[in-house]
């Protein structure tokens, strides 16, 4: 394993062609659904980590970009997708009573 190419948090976005936003959104949406109950075993890859670099830096291989890649293939993206709610800054979370949740001025 240590002669396989290695990439940081930025560069598995970028050959995603995803922003470091987004990759994060996944990883915390997977620990939420965790969390929850919602799914008993995790669906993406774990980010290596460099314990005795300073920082422990989190790093991918190419067989986790791949495992990224295709899960990427499978989600809907946009507003009205899984992640829809977070990626959208206008996104507006409606009650029961058809009220916005939020304080419109």
């Keep these: 394993m240590s002669?396989?190419?290695k990439f940081n948090y930025d560069?598995?976005?970028?050959?995603?062609n995803i922003?470091?936003?987004t990759l994060k959104t996944w990883y915390l949406w997977e620990a939420r659904q965790l969390k929850e109950g919602s799914i008993t075993e995790r669906y993406l890859p774990r980010p290596h980590i460099e314990p005795n670099k300073r920082g422990n830096p989190r790093y991918f291989t190419t067989e986790d970009i791949?495992?990224?890649k295709k899960y990427h293939?499978?989600?809907v993206v946009g507003r009205k997708g899984k992640y829809g709610r977070f990626s959208n800054p206008n996104h507006k979370e409606v009650n029961v009573d058809?009220?916005?949740d939020r304080n419109e001025t």
């Design 98 to 100: 058809g009220c916005s």
């Design 73 to 75: 293939s499978t989600i």
């Design 11 to 16: 560069q598995t976005a970028e050959v995603l």
């Design 3 to 5: 002669n396989e190419k």
């Design 19 to 21: 922003s470091r936003h």
């Design 66 to 68: 791949k495992a990224l």
